[in-house]
């Protein structure tokens, strides 16, 4: 069964950093645009930030500018979430969501769509 799987969440303090890691069963990373998306309690789910298939584009929400950033590993089926400098109001489940072939980053429809990782930011 195709499918892909987030791994890498956890507790962490402010100003403490994560990484997470989205891999691909049954198919390839490779020809997949990429993205990442959050769920905090009661509200909407956003857009994180987007990766396309070459990985010379990428696009971040304005509020994890500076502070996140988005890669294809040298393996090329999995891809990353560097979270640093995090703060109490990135705590959510992130998701990884995958769209066939180079379209917009974001895509406006996935293929494939993760269970999520619980990130929470604490003292």
């Known amino acids: 069964q195709s499918q892909v799987v987030e791994f890498g969440g956890g507790l962490v303090q402010p100003g403490g950093s994560l990484r997470l890691s989205c891999s691909a069963s049954g198919f390839t990373l490779n020809y997949y645009t990429i993205a990442w998306f959050r769920q905090a309690p009661g509200k909407e789910r956003e857009g994180v930030s987007c990766?396309?298939?070459?990985?010379?584009?990428?696009n971040y929400a304005d509020s994890v500018k500076g502070r996140f950033t988005i890669s294809r590993g040298n393996a090329k089926n999995t891809v990353y979430l560097q979270m640093n400098k995090l703060k109490p109001e990135d705590t959510a489940v992130y998701y990884c969501a995958a769209s066939y072939g180079d379209s917009d980053c974001p895509p406006g429809k996935y293929d494939y769509w993760g269970l999520g990782t619980q990130v929470t930011v604490s003292s």
């Open positions: 990766i396309n298939t070459s990985g010379d584009v990428t």
